[in-house]
Structure formats: C-alpha cells, structure tokens
C-alpha cells in the first residue's frame, strides 16, 4: 500500500505521536501541509505549546518510525484510510470530529458503497432480533449494512448482512483487539467476509468513552440509522442522536407500551423517525424497492395457529394450545414448524410472538 | 488340628471366595495372621478373644497361625470376624462333630459376642451362589436384604453362640424362607405429579424422558416447582423388575446405604449437592472403592439441582457414563467396573438472577453474565441431554386453583404402554429403551419420511446442529411415536422433538 507524503505526516501524528485529537488539529491547522508538518514538527509542536516528550527523534527517525507503523500494518493485514485518501467516505467529512485516520482490516471497497447503519440495544427481543435480522439481510441487497459487534441487535445485523458480506463493524477498541471478547469469533468472520473499521490505533482496548465515539462514526458513515431496540437510556439512541445532528434520517422498530427495552425506539418515532416494520419502509424512503417475499407454505394448523398468535403478538403456549383446541404438545409441535418456517419465534419463558 | 472356613472378601460388586486356615499348634502361645490382612482384619484378634471369652468359649492359648488364601488379594474390614472365631473353634476342637465343609460364614464380631451386620452382604451371597455354595451364616441384621436370595439354605444368627449352638446341633436356626419381591413394597414417595400446577410443557417433557429412557433439563425462574416436578419421576417410571432390583440392592448394600426393606423396591433418586466431588459422582476411594453417587441412581433418576453451580470437571465425567451406561474406575488397588445406567435430570435458573424471560420480573443480568452462566455447561454436555424444557412461572391463581390434574397412576400408564411398544422392537438386543439405540437400530427403526426428513434438514441447518444432537433428536421423536401408538415417525413428532432443544436458538 502505497501512502502518499501527507498521508504517511497523518500516520505518523496519528500512531507515533502521543498528541490528542484536539492537539492533532491544531497542529494540522498550524502547518502549511502535513508534510511541512512531519518535517518541521519542532517548531510547529513548540508553537502549539506541545512538549518534547509527546513525540520523538529528528526527521529521519520520524520517517524510520512512521515506514516500521506502515510495515507493521502490512503484517497485521490491515490498511489506513487517512482523511485525504481517495475513498475517505465523504459522509464521514460531514461529522463534527472526523477521524483523521480509519484503520480497517478486509473489504476496503465496500468504503465506497451506499451505507446504512443497524444498532439496537444488547438486550432486544427474540421477535426484534428475528426481524432485525431479516431486515438487515434485505438491505444489504442494496447497501453495505453499518454496525457495531455487541450482543443483542448488533449482532441481529451482522447475521443478517453477513453472508453477503456488505457489512462494515465498527468496534469501540484497536482492531487486534475484540470487544465483547466472545464475539471472536464472529469478528474474524466480519474480517474475512466484510470489513472492520475502527479509528483507534492498535493495542487500545475499549473505554466507557469509546463506545460512544465509535457511534458518531456509525452516524456519520451511513444515510440513516434504524434502531431495533433501545431502552430509554441506552447507546443505540447515541448512534440515532449523532444521526439527526448530522441530518441523516432516523428509523425506528415500534414496541408495545409499557416494554421496557423499546421507550427509547417508541421515543424517537415520536420524535419523527420513521416507524419500521419490516424492509421495505426502509428501502421506499430511498426509492426503492424491496425483493418480493416468498410466500410461506402452511397447513390448516399452523395457519390457524399464526392467525391466533397474531391477534396480540406475543403467548404463552399454554394459551396458544387452549385457543387453538390443541394439546399442549400438539401446539407446541405446530409451533416449532412455524418458528422453522421463520414466521414465528419463542421468546422466552414458554412465549411465542410472531415475526 | 487344622481347620479350613469359606467367607468372602469383596472387590467391587463381586465377591471373593476366601478361605481361612487356622492351625493351633503346642508352643510358647503366640497369634500369627498371615495372607495380606489388612490392619482392621488383624485387630479382629482382640474382638474374636473378647467374643470367644464373653460366649462361654476358650480362646486356646497356644501357638496359632491364621492363614487367609489366596494371599495374593488384600483382605479389608472386619466381615471375617465370623469365620476367625469358627475356624479358631473348629482347629481347637471346641466344635465336636459339627460340619462346616462348604458352609459360608459371614460376619462381623461385638466384643460381648453379638453378630454385627455388614455391608454388601447381598452381592457376596450372589457370588457365592454362582461359585456353587448355598449354606450361609449370616449375622441376623442382613437377614432382609438375604431374603431374597432364593435356592440357598440362609441361617441367620444373633449371637457367636447362637452359630455355636446351631453347628453342634444343640439348638438349630431356623433357615431363612425366601422373600417374594414386590415393587413398591415400601412407602411410597409423597411426589405425585396430581399436585403439580401447571407446568404442561414441563409434564409432558418429563413423561417423554422416562417413556424412552431420555435425560431432561428443566429450565426456569427459581421457585416454580423444579425440584417437585424432579421429584415426582420415579412415581411415572416402569416398576423394578427382580432382576433390576438385585443390581440395584447390590450397588447399595456394597454402598451400606440400603434401608431397612433389604432390598430396593422403588427407583432409586439421587441428588448429589453442587459440591460434590468429582470421586463422589463417579466412586473411588482409597483401598476399597465405593460407587459413586451416578451408580447408586443406576436404574434411577440423577437429579443434579442448579447444573451450572456444579465444578465443571465433575460435570464433564459424566460424559461417558451417559454415553456407556457404566463407568470403570481405576485405583492402584484394581480397576472395577460399576454399573451407571441412569435417567439424568437436571435443572437451572435461566440467568444469574433467575428472572430472565420471566414475566413477572426483570431480569438484572447483563448479556455477558447470562452467557458465562450458560457456558458452565459444556455443548458435548448438553448434547447429551435430550429434552430441555422451560418451567413457566406460576401465577397466584394456579396455586390455589382446584383444577384436576393428570395423577402419576396416568401417567405411568402411557409410559408403560410406550416401554411395551420398545420392549417388543429391541426384543433379544439387549436395549431397552429409545435412548439406548445406536447408529445401527436408528437407521433400522427410525426411517423418517422425505417430509419428517425436510423438517430435520431446515432445522439443522438453522439451528447449527451437531451430528448427535441430530441423532438425539430422531431418538426423542421415536419415543413421541411410541407415545402416539404410531409405527412411523410424523412430521409432528420431529417438530415436537426439535421444539425440547430451547438452547439451540433457530437463527
């Protein structure tokens, strides 16, 4: 990967010296160019009232450190997307507190391509997981799907768009590292299949602040942000948050009133997001339109069953069974087609909803 | 004079002819026990001399020699008590004309003379038995759990005198008339699933698991009724047979956990606490080896209350005892073999706090917290366990409710007619149940139709499946056929089946 002169002054600001974003800016800003500023860094830090010790040796040992950080990104597999690359993406300008540089490991193209960000809560809803997921699947047909790698709706949307592989994750963390740890696993997938991103250097684990800098990149990558679930404080209302200050549109999954992991969702609707029940409310918005569903073939059973778990969404099986004049294991038998045939779901504690 | 007595020592469920010789000889009065007795052996000295004094007998002050063949095999505990007095006896001619050829003398001695009960009586009579011996001399406290024993004179005693007394006929015992066995002889258990609330998802799981040997996981809110429901298995299983009942008296007398019955009437139910040790579960010990807590449930139900508090490497040797139906444990005294065929029924609370899916409460427990608990359990061990069912929380109005609910008579009804449907499939291949089935009478007895198979497919495709777990789940569906009277596995049933593996999430 070839970097050009000011890209290689951004690298090395950016992973070889001990300065803040606020001093990085100042120095940008100070400088004539980012080369001038590699070159003359002395004067320019001294100017800036930056000490000696945020950064070190003269410039040959500066341009020594930043080829051995270029060296070291080869060997990780990984490539840096400076604010003056070509594919910086351009929406991501837009956001207050750029990245001035974006470390990302797998698809680089995908940078380029229409995006849409999915988050939702860590804890979500069987019945919001289920269509968040398929949601996800339908608009990564159209544009690269933007998400975290929590538990909960973020993952909804990783299974959802990764086996198309237009998915970008952004993580709260350095890219050697995986926050949560458990998700090891589905980040090595995200690399192999998609593409992670993260603006902080390699080795900097996650802090209580990194999670919502990392959500203004969410934001600002995408066209709009749907939120699958979100209490009434919660992260995923940070992302929605950043989204309308950067004037990106809002969509939102509806709950019942009264459930807990939802306020945040119904609040924002209320607010004017879009109220989102499956795809195509998503797609319409953009002029789209969504790939026709295939219909689901069901017996009298199941389909008598379906009509009775839509009457309120979400019942105990027990209740199910009495409705449908059924045996407990009978309903529970049609259920499970059901949930195989992907119209319904168990949402815990013997419920099932439909989806 | 010499004299040669039969007792048995015991090594693991099976009994040991041993045979001892005394010879009393003239000489400076010494007392030699020689054959690798073990130090509780050796101290029966000072019991058989206090006995011998306390029952009007001599003990002979000469030069005696105690000899215990074959020496090879390491005689313990104190159940030649019995046979040392007699053979001393017989060497030192105190037992003029009495006959004790091929008579087995069982027991342990009281300093006053009495005969003192010991453990595994039972297993050592079955041994003896089959080695051809069939008199017995037994201390009169073993005398219920001998009953059984059919075809062999059985004398039990009270006394070293009563023995004396018997064996130069001046007062004879009366020999032991056997016992018919009747399954449930002794006090039922209190558990009926007639008191049970609710719970239907969790009735008909458990009727599943014992209809075709299958182990159950239960998983719910803390206080919903998992351990009453845990409870009230072995009230729905099949009734012992005589020949169950023998293998299951043996482990526990080998134990000293038989009751006072003498012998096992009702399907053992074990429940080990969360702290038990791994030698606990699965049996050791330090010369002799004891069954663990998975032999003594062996034709029973192992309840393991709160799975994933329990030490993960207990957990995980249970493994191949689930897979095999008995575990080999090896000391450096020998490797003995313990039968462990038992139902495995376990339980847990969903989350850390118990409250998640509940719908009355919230959960506290954050994604990560709920994942490290649900990992405690390994998947190879899930796997294994056939049918998880999720107990609902129970509303006020459930407890009090006075609704009839099915009774354990019912349903053990069901379960016996769905045994009888296995017992006439497996006839002469030595399976019993639906759960014991290998590859070979799956592909036999479990033909799916191209629709039952489609179902299989999706669902393993979506749920991530694992081989075994697939061959599990046709096993279950079996057993739901059976229970439906149908000779083919439906469609219904493989859905049925796929719905008991909550932990499988379908993607």
Not at chain 1, 177 to 199: M, N, T
Not at chain 1, 261 to 266: A, H, K, L, T, V
Not at chain 2, 386 to 404: F, G, H, N, R
Request: aromatic letters at 6%; hydrophobic letters at 40%; one cysteine or more.
């Amino acid at each position: 990967m070839a970097y050009s002169k000011d890209e290689r002054a951004y690298l090395w600001l950016c992973a070889c010296t001990r300065t803040d974003y606020r001093e990085r800016v100042a120095l940008l800003r100070a400088a004539p160019s980012p080369a001038a500023l590699m070159e003359g860094a002395e004067d320019f830090f001294a100017a800036a009232g930056i000490g000696r010790e945020k950064y070190s040796g003269n410039f040959a040992a500066r341009e020594k450190e930043t080829d051995k950080f270029i060296a070291y990104l080869g060997e990780q597999e990984a490539f840096a997307v400076t604010l003056l690359a070509e594919d910086y993406p351009e929406s991501l300008k837009a956001v207050s507190l750029p990245p001035l540089v974006l470390y990302g490991k797998g698809r680089r193209e995908l940078l380029g391509e229409r995006k849409f960000c999915i988050v939702g809560s860590r804890i979500t809803a069987p019945w919001a997981e289920k269509l968040g997921k398929a949601v996800s699947s339908e608009i990564s047909k159209k544009f690269a799907v933007v998400t975290g790698l929590a538990e909960g709706g973020d993952l909804a949307a990783i299974e959802g768009a990764l086996p198309s592989g237009d998915l970008i994750s952004v993580l709260p963390c350095g890219l050697d590292l995986c926050y949560p740890a458990a998700h090891i696993s589905v980040k090595a997938r995200i690399q192999r299949a998609g593409l992670l991103l993260s603006e902080l250097p390699f080795g900097e684990a996650a802090k209580k602040y990194s999670f919502h800098a990392r959500n203004r990149i969410l934001a600002g990558l995408s066209e709009g942000v749907l939120v699958l679930s979100a209490a009434a404080r919660s992260g995923a209302l940070i992302t929605a948050n950043c989204a309308l200050d950067y004037g990106r549109d809002v969509f939102a999954f509806p709950y019942n009133v009264g459930v807990a992991s939802g306020e945040g969702c119904n609040d924002l609707i209320k607010k004017g997001a879009f109220l989102v029940t499956g795809a195509e409310d998503i797609l319409s918005v953009y002029g789209m339109a969504a790939s026709e569903s295939v219909p689901v073939d069901l017996n009298d059973s199941e389909q008598r069953v379906l009509e009775i778990l839509r009457e309120s969404g979400e019942m105990h099986l027990a209740e199910i069974a009495k409705r449908a004049n059924l045996l407990i294991h009978e309903a529970s038998a049609v259920l499970s087609a059901l949930e195989i045939k992907g119209v319904a779901v168990k949402s815990g504690g013997n419920k099932y909803s439909v989806s | 004079m010499i004299a040669k007595i039969i007792c048995y020592a015991l090594n693991g469920l099976e009994g040991v002819p041993v045979e001892v010789e005394t010879d009393v000889n003239k000489g400076v009065p010494s007392y030699d026990m020689v054959g690798l007795p073990d130090t509780a052996v050796k101290e029966s000295k000072e019991r058989v001399r206090s006995a011998l004094k306390n029952s009007g007998l001599l003990f002979p002050m000469n030069r005696i020699t105690i000899n215990f063949a074959p020496a090879d095999i390491k005689k313990e505990g104190a159940s030649f008590d019995l046979a040392v007095a007699i053979s001393l006896l017989k060497a030192s001619e105190q037992l003029f004309g009495a006959n004790v050829k091929d008579t087995v003398f069982l027991g342990e001695l009281a300093l006053n003379g009495d005969l003192r009960p010991i453990a595994g009586l039972l297993p050592i009579l079955i041994s003896a038995k089959g080695h051809g011996f069939t008199r017995f001399i037994i201390p009169a406290g073993n005398a219920q759990e001998a009953r059984f024993l059919g075809g062999a004179e059985i004398y039990p005693a009270a006394t070293l005198s009563e023995v004396v007394d018997h064996l130069i006929g001046t007062s004879v015992i009366e020999p032991l008339e056997t016992a018919m066995f009747v399954p449930h002889a002794g006090t039922r258990s209190s558990a009926d699933l007639r008191f049970v609330k609710g719970q239907p998802m969790a009735r008909r799981a458990l009727e599943i698991a014992v209809a075709g040997g299958h182990n159950v996981l239960m998983s719910g809110p803390p206080g919903t009724g998992k351990t009453m429901l845990a409870r009230c298995l072995p009230t729905i299983m099949p009734d012992l047979t005589f020949e169950e009942a023998l293998e299951i008296t043996k482990i526990h007398s080998v134990a000293g956990v038989l009751g006072e019955e003498g012998i096992v009437t009702e399907r053992p139910f074990r429940t080990p606490h969360h702290t038990a040790t791994t030698v606990s579960m699965c049996g050791g010990g330090n010369k002799i080896v004891h069954p663990g807590e998975i032999s003594l449930a062996h034709g029973g139900v192992l309840f393991l209350d709160e799975l994933p508090e329990y030490k993960r490497s207990t957990l995980e040797a249970l493994r191949q005892p689930l897979e095999d139906g008995k575990i080999t444990v090896s000391r450096a005294g020998g490797t003995f073999t313990f039968p462990a065929n038992f139902m495995l029924c376990a339980s847990m609370n969903p989350c850390p706090c118990g409250n998640y899916g509940s719908s009355k409460r919230t959960c506290s427990c954050t994604p990560a917290e709920i994942r490290r608990y649900r990992k405690k359990i390994s998947g190879p061990l899930l796997d294994r366990i056939d049918l998880q069912v999720e107990v609902d929380d129970i509303e006020y109005d459930d407890l009090t409710s006075d609704e009839e609910q099915e009774s354990s008579e019912v349903v053990k009804q069901r379960v016996d007619a769905a045994r009888a449907i296995q017992r006439n499939r497996f006839e002469g291949s030595g399976i019993l149940t639906n759960a014991e089935m290998g590859e070979k009478e799956i592909a036999e007895y479990c033909k799916l139709t191209r629709e039952g198979d489609e179902i299989l497919r999706s669902a393993f495709d979506r749920m991530h499946l694992s081989a075994r777990a697939r061959a599990r789940i046709v096993k279950v569906a079996r057993t739901i056929a059976d229970l439906d009277y149908s000779e083919e596995i439906q469609p219904k049933h493989v859905f049925e089946a796929v719905s008991y593996r909550i932990f499988e999430k379908i993607g």
